[in-house]
């Protein structure tokens, strides 16, 4: 990491980017996704393409022939326009319009995410013959960005579901789950591995022969508090692979996301004002040109923690309050974490965010407030 930040850090000094900006060393990613190849080498990757979805991105990835996983028909557009071939894409939302669908599937993408009855009845119509997968339900204990009820349905509605997609035409073929973004925990993986090989046995005995498990995302980047090493997630993933599926499993699929951009990243941003105010627990406020709502959405609820830089380290610090530029007064960085940044910050200074290469700059999509969204570089 300390080299790849000297490449950022010298970009920065010589291009001088307006901010707020994010800088992503693609060489980082490359190194993410061989990582990934060598401790999960029978593993099919698809890059989530939601966590950033710089075309340059993309194309890195695209030449170590990775896949993709797609929530929309914009990230279908983005990989196509880059040359991406559509057996190397994964229509992973369970949430899609039907049109979005039929479109998805003029192109030749046919491998759809579901969750529910009408998802399903709305794939059967607009992707006839497609095969299909059923998104589990998982507690995501342990993740610092958890995915709440929103998405997935429980063990025996998933059973039903899979029964009712071959009655309806389309060809079952399998179960994912995600473990909730940001997990630090790697046990996390296996009740769902359990309950997946539950649902392969139970549509076994319907006849129905399922052939995929996608396992999701949830792999971490790396902010304040320490994560666990890769190898470590992969030996409790494939120990419980073997322990569920023994010689006989099924092809898998991962989707990072966060891990595959997030290291690889740099969010930079300018400090604005530097104003003592009274507040319970430390009164000086240190106002930033990126925010909640362009660049920094994850601080919601401050349950992602960046690591931080600033051009005034070395001097004397104290407790500050981090915000952004809008009139919302809900644009508040941190507040609780305990952030303590040097007391000369003044307006005209840089503070850098590490580890921002996912979930910033893509969210960043709206000008709210006549802000415009984060530009991304890559190197």
């Known amino acids: 990491m300390t080299g790849s930040i000297r490449r950022i850090d010298e970009f920065l000094t010589k291009a001088m980017p307006p901010t707020p900006c994010v800088v992503i060393d693609l060489d980082i990613v490359r190194a993410r996704f061989h990582a990934l190849r060598a401790q999960f080498p029978d593993m099919s990757i698809y890059y989530a393409v939601k966590a950033n979805p710089a075309p340059d991105v993309i194309a890195a990835l695209a ?5 993709f996983d797609l929530a929309s028909p914009g990230e279908m557009a983005r990989c196509r ?3 991406v071939v559509v057996g190397r894409l994964s229509y992973g939302n369970t949430i899609k ?15 759809f995410a579901f969750d529910c009855e009408p998802e399903l009845a709305k794939l059967a119509r607009a992707a006839p013959g497609a095969r299909v997968f059923c998104r589990l339900l998982v507690r995501n204990t342990g993740a610092e960005w958890p995915l709440t009820h929103k998405f997935g349905c ?40 359990a309950h997946a090989a539950a649902i392969f046995h139970a549509c076994a005995r319907q006849g129905i022969a399922l052939s995929l498990l996608n396992l999701g995302g949830g792999l971490p980047a790396h902010y304040r508090s320490a994560v666990p090493a890769l190898e470590r997630y992969a030996e409790v993933i494939n120990t419980a692979l073997g322990r569920e599926f023994g010689t006989a499993r099924p092809h898998m699929l991962l989707e990072p996301g966060r891990y595959m951009v997030g290291d690889a990243g740099v969010l930079r941003c300018e400090v604005v004002l530097a104003a003592e105010r009274p507040h319970p627990g430390g009164h000086r406020w240190i106002y930033l040109d990126a925010g909640r ?7 919601q609820g401050e349950m992602i923690e960046y690591r931080i830089r600033t051009s005034r380290d070395g001097d004397p610090t104290g407790r500050v309050i981090l915000a952004g530029p809008t009139c919302d007064s809900t644009d508040i960085i941190y507040q609780r974490a305990g952030y303590e940044l040097p007391l000369t910050l003044t307006a005209g200074d840089h503070v850098d965010f590490n580890s921002a290469g996912a979930y910033t700059s893509s969210y960043a999509s709206v000008a709210f407030n006549g802000f415009a969204p984060v530009r991304t570089w890559c190197i």
């Open 63 to 67: 030449e170590l022939e990775c896949c």
């Open 81 to 83: 326009g880059g040359g």
């Open 97 to 111: 319009r039907e049109t979005d669908v039929a479109a998805a599937f003029a192109e030749g993408i046919d491998l």
């Open 154 to 193: 429980d063990q025996q509605t998933a059973i039903d579901l899979l029964v009712r997609a071959r009655t309806l035409g389309l060809r079952p073929v399998g179960v994912s789950f995600h473990v909730g973004s940001q997990q630090t925990d790697p046990h996390q993986w296996e009740a769902p591995i």
């Open 293 to 299: 709502y362009n660049g920094l959405p994850e601080t």
